[in-house]
């Protein structure tokens, strides 16, 4: 198992969940919710974030259908994944299967006793805590990074 800070991020379309873990990779914790922003603070403030850290590594979550298809959610976490990672390489941005991930969150923040109504600012950071213990299940169990390597977007191309 690898050893760093990784911060994992779940990309909706109005708000983007962010939960990080210890050097050791044992603790992951949510982290903050950025507002998504037509005009890019949202990547900026995830820049930041990755810097402020220390990450070595970013995981983004992607949502696929349950039979594991494409839709318009996906295509755009990939975007956003990939001008994350023209924004901040040399820091490797992976993206990580995240079906059920909200579902799970959902859950486990009822089961913790939350009304359903206080979801809402939470729930993002809770999904990004659970796409980040789930990759790193999977390098535990398989020892070898999760999910696929991110191609950065390169300037003035989408």
Do not use: N
């Not at 995830?46 to 810097?51: E, F, G, I």
């Not at 023209?86 to 991930?101: H, N, T």
């Not at 206080?118 to 789930?134: G, H, K, P, T, Y």
């Amino acid at each position: 198992m690898r050893t760093g800070v990784r911060l994992a991020f779940d990309v909706g379309k109005v708000r983007v969940g962010v939960a990080r873990c210890d050097a050791d990779a044992i603790l992951s914790v949510p982290l903050a919710t950025l507002r998504r922003d037509r005009y890019g603070a949202d990547l900026e403030e995830a820049a930041d974030l990755v810097a402020d850290h220390g990450a070595f590594e970013v995981i983004v979550g992607l949502p696929r259908s349950l039979s594991g298809g494409a839709s318009a959610s996906t295509r755009d976490a990939r975007r956003w994944a990939r001008t994350l990672a023209g924004l901040i390489a040399p820091v490797p941005v992976r993206l990580v299967d995240e079906r059920l991930s909200t579902v799970t969150a959902h859950r486990e923040l009822h089961e913790s006793g939350r009304r359903e109504k206080s979801f809402r600012s939470v729930v993002d950071q809770a999904a990004a805590v659970v796409i980040l213990e789930q990759a790193l299940a999977t390098e535990r169990s398989t020892d070898a990074p999760a999910g696929e390597m991110v191609v950065p977007i390169q300037e003035g191309r989408q």
